[in-house]
């Protein structure tokens, strides 16, 4: 069974930088699609951006669109979220999850593996 571990989250300021890693154990998601969810309160569970098993399709919700980038370290089974210019609307619980299968889906109820999520406070 995965297990997905998210770090890297906390305050930081409107403009500002923050790097978040999703740490994988009990076995390798390589081959995975991988992707960060965002929640606020009141709202469900956003998909931010994901990545095909086989790195050939990237996808972005608009908000976040040439700020966030996501990446993955296969030989270290991590996957990581790189945001920029972050503004007060990126304030919100960010998740890592994983599927079995390349593909990524948007709902999240159809993904297999989910961290505990980590706080982004964005202040202005």
């Known amino acids: 069974q995965v297990q997905l571990e998210e770090s890297g989250g906390g305050l930081v300021q409107t403009g500002g930088s923050l790097k978040l890693s999703c740490s994988a154990s009990g076995g390798s998601i390589s081959g995975s699609a991988v992707a960060w969810f965002r929640r606020t309160p009141g709202k469900e569970r956003e998909l931010v951006t994901a990545?095909?098993?086989?790195?050939?399709?990237?996808y972005y919700t608009d908000s976040v669109k040439g700020r966030f980038a996501i990446s993955r370290e296969n030989a270290k089974n991590m996957v990581y979220l790189q945001m920029n210019s972050l503004k007060s609307e990126d304030t919100a619980v960010y998740y890592c999850?994983?599927?079995?299968?390349?593909?990524?889906?948007?709902?999240?109820?159809?993904?297999?593996?989910w961290g505990q999520g980590t706080q982004v406070t964005v202040s202005s």
């Open positions: 999850a994983a599927n079995r299968e390349i593909y990524f889906r948007r709902e999240p109820e159809l993904w297999d593996y």
């Open positions: 990545l095909r098993g086989n790195d050939e399709h990237t």
